[in-house]
Each structure stands twice: as structure tokens, then as C-alpha cells.
């Protein structure tokens, strides 16, 4: 579990300096919410920014770190891909083993 969570919290840190700010977390979040009422999604991205910084920044320094993240996935794996998918399901991994078992049998 330390490699995933590791290697999940590196795609989100998309600037590698070892925590998340409030901006980062924010590029994430615009993506849940599309509709056509503004307004209403801006608001709902502004509430899952907070329910997210309540969540992971422990400390309330205004940024997630690694370790804080850690700890909550620790208590709750489910929220290791919290700001989106990194691992491909069980479904897309068989694909991918049936697509190398065929590439493989043709060379």
C-alpha cells in the first residue's frame, strides 16, 4: 500500500515539492463539477475544496502534506485516489494483459 499511495500522492503533487496547496487541490476539483448554471458549480467546487482541506490538513496550515495524506488513507484507503483516478480498474488491467498476451504471440 506505501508504493500506491506514494505513487498516487506524486501524480496529484504535479509540482513535486511534497505537499498539496489549495490551488493544486482546486485544479482537481474543477474537473468533478461541469454544468451549465456557473454559479451553482462554483459553489459546489468551493464546498469540496473545504470538505477536502477539513478532511486531509490536519494541521490547518493550508496545505495537505504527504504525511497527512498518508494518515487518512491509512484510516480510509477509499480516499487514496481522492482527487481522481491514477490506477486503472481490475477491468482495464485484464484488457491490458490480454493486449500484451496477444502482442506477445505475435513476435
Not at 454544468?35 to 494541521?59: T, V
Not at 488491467?93 to 493486449?99: A, D, G, L, P, S
Request: glycine share 2%.
Amino acid at each position: 500500500m506505501e508504493v500506491r499511495t506514494r505513487f498516487a500522492f506524486s501524480v496529484y503533487d504535479e509540482e513535486s515539492v511534497g505537499y498539496l496547496n489549495r490551488e493544486q487541490v482546486m485544479r482537481f476539483v474543477d474537473e468533478f463539477f461541469k454544468g451549465d448554471d456557473e454559479d451553482e458549480i462554483m459553489e459546489m467546487r468551493a464546498d469540496m475544496l473545504e470538505l477536502l482541506f477539513i478532511k486531509f490538513d490536519k494541521d490547518k496550515d493550508m496545505f495537505i502534506s504527504y504525511e497527512e495524506y498518508c494518515d487518512c488513507v491509512r484510516e480510509q484507503p477509499e480516499l487514496l485516489e481522492f482527487l481522481g483516478v491514477v490506477f486503472p480498474s481490475k477491468v482495464q488491467m485484464n484488457v491490458i494483459e490480454i493486449c500484451s498476451n496477444l502482442i506477445r504471440q505475435n513476435n
